[in-house]
């Protein structure tokens, strides 16, 4: 591979994606602060079209967030004594550190930290079709709306006025579903993101007014 080729894919992409992206590169936490870099280094995926890898970091991202939250609805968001961080965040980050996505769905619903809404989405379709498909490598569960058969035509060299029609099934030939997952993400993945920021600034806030009320 040729370093200029790579070089002139970079800006090329850059070019034409930046001005799409600068709204994430300026987004300003209140909370999570933690997970500005996550942001910034999905974003970039973005930015230079790697959108698989924007896919499955963005999957990293909701699950750290809904840990994130569960932790800091216990602890509070205010300011927190140096010498008392390890008791307070230590016991929390037991709690809920290796708890399953699912739970930590539920977990957050049932603290008011999600409504039934975003429960619905990230249980029903995020968990199945963006967690399990691509973080679990679950072609099945991407291209669940996909047909079945596709219809081909296979040419002859020897012969060219010889077609020959096929009907081949997409989701179970490997380079089909590659091609099919790869034009899948290109189109879903900064819908995805955008989704999850959007549930990063909505916990956030409601964080915020539980700090209020104590």
Request: proline fraction near 3%; charged fraction near 30%.
């Amino acid at each position: 591979m040729d370093k200029d080729y790579l070089e002139k894919s970079f800006i090329d992409s850059l070019n034409k994606n930046f001005p799409g992206s600068t709204i994430y590169f300026d987004i300003k936490l209140k909370v999570f602060r933690e997970l500005d870099t996550l942001i910034f280094e999905i974003n970039k995926c973005l930015v230079l079209e790697f959108d698989r890898a924007a896919i499955t970091l963005t999957n990293h991202l909701l699950e750290r967030l809904l840990k994130l939250a569960l932790i800091y609805n216990e602890t509070g968001i205010g300011p927190i004594p140096t010498e008392q961080w390890n008791s307070v965040f230590g016991e929390a980050n037991k709690k809920y550190c290796s708890i399953t996505f699912s739970k930590s769905i539920d977990q957050c619903k049932s603290n008011g930290l999600i409504s039934e809404k975003e429960w619905d989405y990230l249980y029903n379709t995020i968990r199945e079709l963006m967690r399990n498909g691509f973080s679990h490598a679950d072609s099945n569960k991407i291209l669940v709306d996909f047909p079945e058969e596709t219809k081909v035509f296979q040419g002859n060299f020897k012969n060219p006025s010889e077609i020959k029609e096929m009907n081949l099934n997409q989701k179970e030939i490997p380079f089909l579903q590659e091609l099919n997952m790869e034009s899948f993400a290109k189109e879903a993945a900064l819908i995805y993101f955008d989704s999850v920021i959007k549930l990063v600034l909505q916990i956030g806030n409601r964080l915020i007014e539980k700090q209020k009320q104590k």
